[in-house]
């Protein structure tokens, strides 16, 4: 569940001396894939994919065609190489409790054409890429160093069973330019 006062993220070098690199005031919009998803066109409206996601928390709703042309209704979806692919989706239809059809799909957005390479299994964690995501201040320093991470909720002490840890190195991939076109 998600804890009352938002969630705290620390991080650190080492098991020890963790400083506050973010705090996340939203539960964002998150999910797994139901239906495998195929490689698609670039650069145009795919018509022919459709893609069925299970919501753990959050909702999703339909957008205009000019508004999906500026941006609207991103999500990032994570391919079985550990790539993630940002797909946008014009159409989102609830066909059960918490479940969604996403239909009129741009793939491969914001330079991630190549993470397309390969289907995208069914279970694929699945994320809405809205104003509840919390970005985490980084320096081109950082890019590369495997950092400790404890994420818990903020109310409680850092101490505290309710955190989780893990290492990560982010790799600086939002660095790219984008494709040519």
Do not use: C
């Not at 939203?26 to 998803?37: K, P, Q, S």
Request: charged fraction near 15%; charge should be negative.
């Amino acid at each position: 569940p998600w804890p009352m006062g938002g969630a705290a993220v620390y991080r650190s070098p080492t098991d020890a001396g963790f400083t506050l690199a973010a705090m996340a005031g939203a539960r964002g919009v998150i999910g797994v894939t139901l239906d495998e998803l195929q490689p698609g066109p670039e650069s145009r409206i795919d018509h022919a994919s459709r893609l069925q996601v299970k919501l753990h928390a959050g909702a999703l709703a339909s957008t205009t065609r000019p508004a999906l042309l500026a941006g609207a209704n991103a999500a990032a979806i994570q391919g079985a190489d550990g790539e993630w692919e940002v797909i946008q989706f014009e159409t989102a239809t609830l066909v059960a409790p918490s479940t969604y059809v996403l239909t009129a799909l741009l793939r491969g957005q914001a330079g991630t054409e190549r993470a397309m390479r390969e289907a995208i299994p069914a279970g694929a964690p699945f994320v809405l890429l809205d104003g509840a995501l919390t970005p985490i201040p980084l320096t081109r320093d950082d890019i590369g160093l495997p950092l400790n991470w404890r994420s818990g909720p903020a109310n409680l002490d850092l101490g505290d069973a309710a955190y989780r840890t893990t290492t990560h190195a982010f790799r600086g991939l939002g660095l790219r330019p984008l494709s040519p076109v």
